[in-house]
């Protein structure tokens, strides 16, 4: 059956392939969120700067309880198609749609990169943190030079007993923000 959007006088239809929240999300606990001021549709000016994780994501489901926006969680699109007629068809894990247009927002962790080596697969690795916690007194290997792995990197360190070894194949980490790279 078709969950099309113009089939069913859907307005619009916001999928997310993971949790409300997205990256964000995913985020370790009380992470601090580096952003900017930003003027929002149906919300007005937000003056959000640095954040923590929890804040931000209660300020969103404030807005999505106010406004009444649906967002299909846990929904990953699988394919996309432009037809002759111009109309965009998607595909997802849980249906089909048919628009006049589409906005993707890709994220940089939704699918996060892998190394390509043996063993990436074992259940002791993993590609997100979200307690830091969980690991006290362990030795870690964190791979990466971005904020992602920096941030990481922090929060495991400062777990007692914790042995963190950061990897990266670059001679700088001139891909992170300068606040992270302090």
Known sequence: ?????????????TIEQ???????ARFPRGKLVM????ELPLVGRVEFKDVQKEELIAFWEN???????QVNCNERLESLRRTASG???SVTSRGFYRSRNVLLAIGRRGT???????GEQLSKVTYSLIDPGQYIGRSLLVVGG???ALEAACSLSEESGTDVVLSYR?????????????
Do not use: C, Y
Not at 18 to 24: D, L, P, Q
Not at 63 to 69: A, D, F, P
Not at 175 to 180: C, T
């Open 1 to 13: 059956a078709s969950l099309g959007a113009m089939d069913a006088g859907i307005r619009f239809a």
């Open 18 to 24: 993971h949790e409300f929240g997205g990256t964000v």
């Open 35 to 38: 952003t900017a001021p930003a």
């Open 63 to 69: 807005i999505r309880s106010r406004t009444g926006i």
């Open 87 to 89: 109309v965009w068809e």
């Open 112 to 118: 996060p990169r892998t190394l390509g080596i043996p």
């Open 146 to 148: 971005g904020d992602s």
């Open 170 to 182: 670059g001679a700088s980490f001139d891909r992170a923000k300068r606040k992270n790279r302090q």
